[in-house]
């Protein structure tokens, strides 16, 4: 209830932070009204909601498969579907290297699952299902929508900086308002990616409670550290824009391996419900580089998240 709440209040926030400057914009240039400000608020959101599926099938490269194409995956969405009581969400494939998974969708009846052909072949059938428990938690409590909302705030702040600041009209003020809107353009981005890791938490969360053991989630999450961890930077770099609709970051893949080893006792390559069962005793230690690395990050640190699924056994 907690993870939920959170979310909320940084909708609010976030909000609250656009409509703000705003204001602040308006009444510096001698412009507009709050009928204004709220049409142009609820103009840009609307574009947010209509074009960004379509902006995420482009990027993605995503190909919708029947269930006759893939019946184990489509399996695998009914049933996680039906646990988690909503319709299910339409498949597709992502034809890009890195393995991953990941949801999107404007509403729960919209809602879309997809993978990789690289996960499908890298975790076993129960691990994937996990996964996919966490995708469909992703649907479920509508944080895709949220997420895309608000991630057009910081989109709004930079634009507004950069044309204030280069603006030649109303000198003094344009420079002010550019230079504010920076500042909240750094704060918002932040704010964006601390949702997006309160997301991360309660989509493992959902997972479990749709049935799926946790060490399962752990040992796909781990192994696609490993799975990432091959991609070549030059592929990593195509998908910058969108690694927050993934359900790991592929960008940290070497560091998550170096921190998840000491739970892999056994170097077996997963990690099995013993060895999640053992973290529940330990107490994670998580160094000032990684916890600064997570502030700018859209996923929890991964020794941190391990360990809140190791709460869940």
Known sequence: MWLQ?????????????????????????GIG????????????????????PRMVDWSMRIQYVSEQEYPELHRMVAEQAQRAGIPKPRVGI?????????????????????????IIRLLTKDELKAVIGHEIAHIKNRD???????????????????????????????IAIGIF???????????????????????????VKFGNNPHLLASALYKLSYGNARVPKE??????????????????????????KQIDRDMS??????????????????????????????HPNMLKRINHLSSLT
């Open 144 to 174: 895709v929508a949220v997420i895309t909302l608000i991630s057009i705030i910081p989109m709004i702040c930079w634009y507004l900086a950069w044309s204030m600041m280069f603006s030649r009209d109303n000198r003094g003020n344009a």
């Open 5 to 29: 709440v959170r979310m909320y209040l940084l909708l609010g926030l976030m909000f609250a932070i656009i409509y703000g400057l705003a204001v602040v914009v308006g009444t510096m240039m």
């Open 269 to 298: 390559g997963c990690i099995d419900r013993n060895e999640l069962m053992m973290l529940r005793s330990k107490k994670v230690r998580v160094s000032t580089a990684d916890k600064l690395m997570e502030l700018l990050s859209t």
């Open 181 to 207: 809107a920076f500042v909240l353009y750094f704060i918002t981005n932040l704010l964006v990616m601390y949702g997006s890791r309160i997301r991360e938490y309660y989509a493992d969360l959902g997972s």
């Open 33 to 52: 009204d709050f009928f204004f400000f709220a049409v142009l608020a609820s103009f840009f959101l609307f574009i947010q909601y209509m074009i960004g």
């Open 94 to 118: 992502a034809k890009i290297q890195i393995p991953n998974a990941f949801a999107f969708g404007r509403s729960i009846r919209d809602g879309r699952v997809c993978v990789t052909d690289g």
């Open 235 to 260: 592929t990593l770099k195509q998908v910058e824009g969108n690694k927050a609709f993934f359900i790991s970051d592929p960008s940290r893949a070497w560091n998550e391996i170096r921190e998840l």
